[in-house]
């Protein structure tokens, strides 16, 4: 069982930046494709972007040119940049490895984080 643990979130201005960390047990870290979801009060959970093999990343819509994904394989952790912030990405923020099947489908992912919350202000 791999544990994913996120952390970062907190309260930022609209128009602000911040960086969420997602931290996963593991020797093989490097070839965990993980990926980030959002879930903000009531409504779905949904996908915000991935890291692949090969260094890949992809986004959603909603936050592709605002955020960038990375990942330092010598510290076994993700992170989540996240600039140009606004009220609606207002959300808990989740971390999972990615299993198989559609990347933006949350079933498709074995190991989730509890999530952490995160408020952007007007």
């Known amino acids: 069982q791999v544990q994913v643990v996120e952390s970062g979130g907190g309260l930022v201005q609209a128009g602000g930046s911040l960086r969420l960390s997602c931290a996963a047990s593991?020797?093989?870290?490097?070839?965990?494709?993980m990926g980030w979801f959002r879930q903000a009060p009531g409504k779905e959970r949904e996908f915000v972007g991935g890291?692949?093999?090969?260094?890949?990343?992809t986004y959603a819509d909603s936050v592709k040119g605002r955020f960038t994904i990375s990942r330092d394989n010598t510290k076994n952790t993700v992170y989540l940049q996240m600039n140009s912030l606004k009220p609606e990405d207002t959300a808990v923020y989740y971390c999972?490895?990615?299993?198989?099947?559609?990347?933006?489908?949350?079933?498709?992912?074995?190991?989730w984080g509890q999530g952490t919350p995160f408020t952007v202000s007007p």
């Open positions: 999972a490895r990615y299993s198989s099947g559609s990347t933006e489908y949350i079933g498709s992912y074995d190991s």
């Open positions: 890291s692949w093999t090969r260094g890949a990343t």
């Open positions: 593991g020797r093989t870290f490097s070839t965990y494709r």
